[in-house]
């Protein structure tokens, strides 16, 4: 059974770092064709893709926030851990992480976020 | 990358059919058959309705199917019961290993 959880701040202050760590069980991520994403969602607002880190170490980010993001995995604890520098009041969202399966190299998956975490809400303010 | 657009509001009566239609471009939508749905409470976390446009997950009812054309994918619950009552999201693989949701859409059974 795949299982996510987000932790982190449920608050920072205007111009901070953002730091949320994404612990998981039920699948390796070191198993070929696995990532991990982290989604956002503002209150009363859509869902936001802003990163994805793969089985293989690659990591892709959304553009209009790339300059702001990191994303990192620790294989032997199960974490995937997503930065977010100069953090601004409009960056207040609950955050979530999520499994996906991707296509690759002639096999095919779902290439969906089929597992998701519970999200974990963070408030950007002073 | 911008996001899917989707109609902000659909609704039905019980019984009825609805569909939402998730527009994007001839980079995203039109190009690769990697939509997928999500289906939201309010206040719990998105859960994944369709993959690959219009593969159903296991536990899923089979009222919901997916669907494309062109630039527009589609999601239609058939039958509507009232528990359909919720945000859908469509989602798509954009490349490059990245991927664009869409605008949401609530559902609402009448």
Redesign the interface.
Known sequence: QITLKESGPTRVNPTQTLTLTCTFSGFSLSSTRVGV?W?RQPPG?????LA?I?WDD?K????SLKSRLTVTKDTSKNQVVLTMTNMDPVDTATY?CAHIM??FGGV?A?????I????TMVTVSS | ?S?LTQPRSVSGSPGQSVTISCTGTSSDVGYYD?V?W?Q?YPGK????M???VN?R?SGVPDRFSGSKSGNTASLTISGLQAEDEADY?C?S?VG?????????TKVTVL
């Open positions: 994403a989604i607002e859509a869902l936001e893709w994805l793969y690659d892709r980010y959304s553009p979530y991707v296509s095919e779902d290439d969906a976020f089929d998701w975490g519970q999200g | 990358q996001a990697y997928s999500y939201q976390a998105p859960k994944v369709m993959s690959n593969k997950p999201y989602c693989y490059r290993y990245s991927y664009v949701f869409g605008t949401g």
